[in-house]
């Protein structure tokens, strides 16, 4: 079993969409956790980090649930920028861990 | 600040030649990070330093992979010698918990 799992998609949602992206991950001791996002044939860039208690960034939303060791992360509104693939990551002791991405693409 | 910078960004060679990858990570960030990122396996972390002292390099495939932090602002990875399987997109990230990648080397051994 991978360490960190994603539903690799794709989803494909017309603009204006509300999209939810799921990853599990394996290790309890897990201590903290992002999701970044990665246009084709460029680098991940860091989108936001996930909190127990929910965080917001604009349209984003995302979500940490400990016991279940379960993040989430909710796009509304989707725009046609918002397509990319969209990776899970967990990380303990300065080390991290990469899930393979949830493909996104947009469409008008 | 330019970010992670990396060199080449693309590198064409043949089997059996070595290849040396370059990072300069963001000035004052503690960790670099080394991975590599291909369609089969997607982004593997293939070792990190912090503070210049290599911590895991339990990614690295094979003793033909080696990498090395001889200052705070400069990392290599070096394939020698190299194979075909070991073309793929080799990014370098510095940061802590958050990192920040660079753009990446893509390399392709004929």
């Known amino acids: 079993r991978k360490e960190v799992e994603q539903d690799p998609g794709p989803f494909n949602v017309p603009e204006g969409a509300t999209v939810a992206f799921n990853c599990t991950y394996s290790n309890s001791a897990s201590q903290s956790f992002f999701w970044y996002r990665q246009d084709c044939r460029k680098e991940p860039k860091l989108l936001m980090s996930v909190y127990s208690s929910g965080n917001e960034d604009g349209r984003f939303t995302a979500q940490l649930n400990r016991a279940s060791q379960y993040i989430s992360l909710l796009i509304r509104d989707s725009k046609l920028s918002d397509s990319a693939t969209y990776l899970c990551?967990?990380?303990?002791?300065?080390?991290?861990?990469f899930g393979d991405g949830t493909t996104l693409t947009v469409k008008p | 600040d330019a970010g992670v910078i990396q060199s080449p960004r693309h590198e064409v060679t043949e089997m059996g030649q070595e290849v040396t990858l370059r990072c300069k990570p963001i000035?004052?960030?503690?960790?670099l990070f080394w991975y590599r990122q291909t369609m089969m396996r997607g982004l593997e972390l293939l070792i990190y330093?912090?503070?210049?002292?290599?911590?895991?390099d339990s990614g690295m495939p094979e003793d033909r992979f080696s990498a090395k932090m001889p200052n705070a602002s400069f990392s290599t990875l070096k394939i020698q010698p190299s194979e075909p399987r070991d073309s793929a997109v080799y990014f370098c990230?510095?940061?802590?918990?958050?990192?920040?990648f660079g753009p990446g080397t893509r390399l392709t051994v004929l």
């Open positions: 330093f912090n503070n210049n002292v290599p911590i895991d």
């Open positions: 990230a510095s940061g802590g918990s958050e990192q920040f």
């Open positions: 990551v967990v990380s303990r002791s300065g080390k991290s861990t």
């Open positions: 000035s004052g960030h503690d960790y």
